[in-house]
């Protein structure tokens, strides 16, 4: 976690003024070095992937956020079209503007990209992280063809305004951002500023589901499949039988049940000039 730009910052320092680097080396630093030090700054710079984009989120007083993408998948950063070369996400961070962008909040936790339970946390967690270093996002995909010939249901109730379903799932994710594991598929149709989460409840994980959401991203229809249900709304609670472990912008932590929100216009980041006509 940066407060400043440090590919080369003396190159950079004009440009932003004073800069501290903050090195991070177990989970959790940067959510401390935020809770410290963040009143006493402008602009925060998150460099790697999107654990510490998560971590760095956990913060009353919110300064301008960037990020530059250096983990294994990124997100986030490619919800905002940052690119994932080091160099030119610099300069993008460099031309940028600051956005109100929304966050999505579970009870006392804050994320920005997804919320998820079932097969997805059963596919993190399949990963070994020395594997995940070496071969990057073509685990996830293994992993997770994998998982899906093995898929187990759990009973799940989702309860808000003007929606209601109970029954059997095998996966539900909520969205803010637009990408998963280094994919589009789930949440092509999501945007970060229009003050709504994207849920969807898979019955079973099924040729048609699939179907139907790689054709959303073509198109500007959302995913309608048989065993697929897709749904945008501000708030709303989940409960499951039994208690499933969460993971949470690719961090796995507390159990449901749970209220989720979405916090419009909650953190101003660093996008490029041309993020919304990119976007459209």
Not at 152 to 177: P, Q, T, W, Y
Not at 222 to 241: C, D, Q
Request: a negative charge; hydrophobic letters at 40%; aromatic letters at 10%.
């Amino acid at each position: 976690m940066k407060k400043g730009l440090a590919s080369n910052p003396s190159s950079h320092r004009h440009a932003l003024g004073s800069i501290e680097v903050v090195h991070t080396n177990r989970p959790g630093d940067g959510a401390r070095a935020i809770t410290s030090q963040a009143a006493d700054v402008d602009l925060i710079i998150a460099t790697g992937g999107d654990g510490i984009v998560h971590e760095c989120i956990k913060l009353e007083r919110r300064p301008v956020f960037g990020i530059l993408p250096l983990g294994t998948c990124n997100d986030f950063s490619r919800t905002l079209s940052i690119p994932q070369n080091i160099d030119e996400a610099v300069e993008t961070l460099l031309e940028g503007r600051g956005e109100a962008m929304d966050v999505g909040k579970y009870e006392d936790r804050y994320f920005l990209n997804f919320w998820g339970i079932g097969l997805i946390t059963q596919v993190s967690e399949q990963i070994d992280s020395e594997i995940k270093k070496q071969f990057g996002r073509i685990v996830y995909y293994l992993s997770a063809f994998h998982m899906i010939q093995e898929q187990r249901s759990f009973h799940v109730e989702v309860n808000g305004d003007g929606i209601h379903f109970k029954g059997e799932a095998v996966m539900v994710l909520v969205g803010n951002g637009s990408y998963v594991g280094g994919v589009e598929a789930y949440f092509p149709y999501s945007q970060v500023n229009d003050g709504l989460l994207d849920f969807l409840i898979f019955k079973e994980l099924s040729l048609s589901a699939v179907t139907s959401l790689t054709y959303s991203l073509f198109t500007a229809e959302r995913p309608s499949a048989e065993g697929l249900i897709s749904f945008k709304t501000p708030h709303l609670e989940v409960i499951t039988e039994p208690s499933l472990k969460v993971d949470c912008d690719g961090e796995k932590n507390m159990f449901i049940p749970t209220r989720l929100q979405v916090l419009p216009g909650h953190l101003r980041m660093l996008i490029w000039p041309d993020f919304y006509s990119a976007s459209k």
